[in-house]
């Protein structure tokens, strides 16, 4: 489970984004206090998430960079 949560947190952050709209949209007499308090914390995760992402791209993109300068640097 945790090796799924590590692999895909832009995939989990898009289900809570979604499910968060269709309650907040289905569910009108929820306190809007609340609504905020949730869509606050979503976007400090959404953050969490961009850098999960830049992190793994950034690691792929240096082990390329090493692969090329072994071959020469023929890319």
Not at 4 to 28: C, E
Not at 36 to 56: F, M, S
Not at 66 to 71: H, S
Request: no cysteine.
């Amino acid at each position: 489970m945790i090796t799924f949560i590590r692999t895909h947190p832009a995939r989990i952050y898009a289900v809570a984004v979604a499910a968060l709209a269709l309650v907040a949209h289905y569910v009108p007499e929820l306190p809007s206090a609340l609504v905020l308090g949730l869509v606050a914390a979503v976007l400090g995760t959404g953050e969490a998430v961009q850098r999960a992402e830049n992190a793994k791209t950034a690691g792929t993109t240096a082990a390329g960079e090493d692969e090329d300068q072994a071959d020469g640097g023929t890319a």
